[in-house]
């Protein structure tokens, strides 16, 4: 059954019973003591807009709705360290903790974990590579993130190599024509764009990452019919991931946009809400991630079927193409 809970995950994490989940895949905020935001554009043809577009034609802006939470703990650590041991207790005996963060806590984070699992338990650093935004001029540019996997038991975990995807050789006229065709094996360095700011997947949810990155850690590291959890859920791409590949998923966020942002994007898995009432949903997130298409056709089915009178009469019958 899949289930998404609002509210404050420790307390959450403490009720869910030990043993009972392959893979924790989780993205807690990365205490860069900003709050971070995203404010939503939507433009409309106006002569007299503040944008110019395709063959001249003028747009105006309109700012929707913005999505935020705070990114800043006094004590980083001492937040983290508890929900950390509730993460190491639920796992099952193969299963494995996957934490991604960023160089700014990650070096603290790796102590506190070797610390939980033992120091056998650390399994690889993954470096998630982009190239995107802007460029410093007083020290190498950060653009990188960092995924930390630890196992339960580091002989005895899932790990399904034949699984993993097959990425393009950088030099393929070095190796047999067979092989470049194959494609290699990834490393612990994995290049991937950030979530496209135009692309079908995008939520318009601050710090969601991209499916491409999820979807290869749950292929991997879980099977068919297994449990996987995200305490810090988001947009709720983890959850996503899982019901693409028919695993079963338990998120948890305490941002409510975040709940509004899940309820639409998950409505195709029908979860369970735990704490927040899906159907109460602002009308107008619905209605942006509709016209973005992020939603199959069965999921607006769902919608339009779940939503009151108020919502559906917003809710258009074909999403618009954006990218
Ligand atoms: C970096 S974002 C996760 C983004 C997610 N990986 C995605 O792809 O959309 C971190 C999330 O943690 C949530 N959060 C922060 N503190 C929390 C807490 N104590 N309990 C539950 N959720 C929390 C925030 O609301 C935010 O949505």
Redesign the pocket.
Known sequence: MNKIYF????PILRELPAGSIQLVYT????NTGKT?KRTPLRTVRDDAGDRTGYQGRRYRSIRLAGRD?ADSFDDYLAFLEPRLLELHRILTPDGSLFL?LDYREVHYAKVLLDGIFGRDGFMNEIIWAYDYGGRSKKKWSAKHDNILWYAKDPENYIFNFEQMERIPYMAPGLVSKEKASRGKTPTDVWWHTIVPTNGREK?G?????PLGI?RRLVRVHSRPGDTLL?????????GACAAEEGREFIL????PQ?MEVMACRLASARPEFIGFDAQMGDASVLRMSLQRRVLPQSARTVINNSTEGRAKADLPSEPARTG
């Open positions: 509210g404050d995950n420790l993205d807690p905020p990365f971070q939470f991604h939520t949810y601050p710090t969601q990452k999820i995200d305490c810090f859920a988001g947009s709720g791409t983890l948890i966020d305490n941002n975040a």
